[in-house]
């Protein structure tokens, strides 16, 4: 029998295989632990702290106790949340999806990025997205046994700007597909129409596929979501990436889809059917049912959150930070220099015993680690209350 001491099996190399070795605990681990153990406010982690729709949580309900979705779901999703997703992408952006073949539902859309790159990318195989990257990207590409080539999104009057010179440098002939994030996740950049007009237009001409991570289609606000799949020459090359989490604060539920053109659909379903398989049988249909809520119930979440970036926003400037007001997402990026700070790591450490308040270093979602030294994340998707207090907290940083 084995036994804990001597060389064992494991002695020779390291448990963690060598694609995942640079990947430790999320930093998002480490704060909540940090805010736990001190009290603070966290505005780290990017989770709503009230629930969303109540009809929708009640339809949950009344789908468990109807038996609808307690055993394995279709692989696919369930017919009814197929529907209503087709309905949605038809509603809201004019696409036309095909509920049969077009739409695969997976367990958050986490899983839709995962499922997407090990099914698409092969060994070898270069993927170029926009860093700074949202956390599991570099990892699920790292697992798929690609290279990620980032292209990075820089701080200038107020915003992050894409360089589109920068993305058609960073394509090569190894180049398989570009991952996208728009509303973008952490800087709150949206990306605009002629920049999307010009990601298609190379796209096409280097024949690239290109996922689309959409999460936070519905939390714009200033401009428009205008999603990929609908520029010239897009529909066929396009994964389009979104989820239940955000849209209806129900992060825990774990709905998320992926559309597109039926072979690439058929592609990822090759993948996720050996990750989860199925998910979140009851949710699907609470989902379905969200999905298809009247107009006001997306632009009052909306509304409701443009005023809590706002909130938030003239607090940390008030506090001292430089703020890169979001024009989408949960998320306001600072720079902490007229602090007198320089690294993010040491800054949001510190924070919770300095003024009871846990943020983010924007360090961890870069490759090149310098260019986010300086900046901090901010989650607003907090209570209004949660909010006027982490801002009287903070203004103590004032001095
Ligand atoms: C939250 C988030 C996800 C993950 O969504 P889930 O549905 O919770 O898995 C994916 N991408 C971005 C950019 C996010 O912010």
Not at 116 to 132: I, K, N, R, T, W
Request: hydrophobic fraction near 40%; glycine fraction near 10%; charge should be negative.
């Amino acid at each position: 029998m084995a036994t804990m001491d001597g060389p064992g099996p494991h002695a020779t190399r390291p448990l963690l295989n060598r694609r995942l070795a640079e990947f430790g605990t999320t930093i998002f681990a480490e704060m909540s632990a940090l805010a736990a153990a001190t009290g603070a406010i966290n505005l780290g982690q990017g989770f709503p702290d009230t629930d969303g729709p109540e009809e929708v949580r009640e339809a949950a309900i009344r789908a468990i106790r109807d038996g609808r979705g307690n055993q394995y779901p279709p692989g696919p999703g369930v017919p009814e949340l197929r529907t209503a997703i087709s309905e949605h992408q038809r509603r809201f952006h004019g696409l036309t999806v095909d509920p049969d073949t077009g739409i695969l539902v997976t367990a958050g859309a986490t899983e839709a990025i995962a499922a997407s790159l090990l099914a698409l990318v092969e060994p070898g195989d270069e993927v170029v997205a926009l860093e700074p990257y949202y956390d599991s990207y570099a990892a699920c590409v790292a697992m798929a046994g690609g290279h990620r080539v980032p292209v990075t999104l820089r701080p200038r009057d107020g915003a992050y700007h894409l360089d589109l010179d920068e993305l058609r440098d960073a394509i090569t002939d190894r180049t398989r597909l570009l991952l996208l994030n728009t509303p973008h996740n952490p800087t709150g950049t949206v990306l605009t129409r002629e920049e999307l007009t010009a990601i298609a237009a190379l796209a096409v001409e280097r024949d690239l596929l290109v996922i689309t991570d959409e999460v936070y289609e519905h939390l714009v606000f200033d401009g428009e979501h205008l999603p990929l799949a609908g520029f010239p020459g897009m529909r066929e090359r396009t994964l389009t990436i979104s989820s239940a989490g955000k849209t209806f604060s129900y992060t825990g539920w774990k709905v998320g889809w992926v559309t597109g053109p039926a072979e690439l659909v058929t592609a990822v379903r090759s993948a996720k059917q050996f990750l989860t398989y199925v998910a979140s049988g009851p949710f699907q249909y609470a989902v379905a049912e969200g999905l298809r809520l009247p107009d006001a119930y997306f632009t009052g979440l909306r509304d409701d959150l443009r005023l809590k970036r706002d909130l938030l926003s003239a607090g940390l400037a008030d506090a001292g930070f430089a703020v890169y007001r979001p024009a989408g997402t949960y998320f306001v990026t600072t720079d902490i220099r007229p602090l007198g700070e320089e690294d993010g790591f040491q800054f949001c450490r510190k924070l919770p015993e300095r003024c009871g308040v846990v943020a983010i270093p924007n360090a961890v979602f870069y490759d090149h680690r310098e260019q986010g030294a300086p900046f901090v994340r901010f989650a607003f998707c907090k209570k209004e209350a949660v909010l006027r207090e982490a801002v009287d907290r903070l203004r103590k940083l004032a001095g």
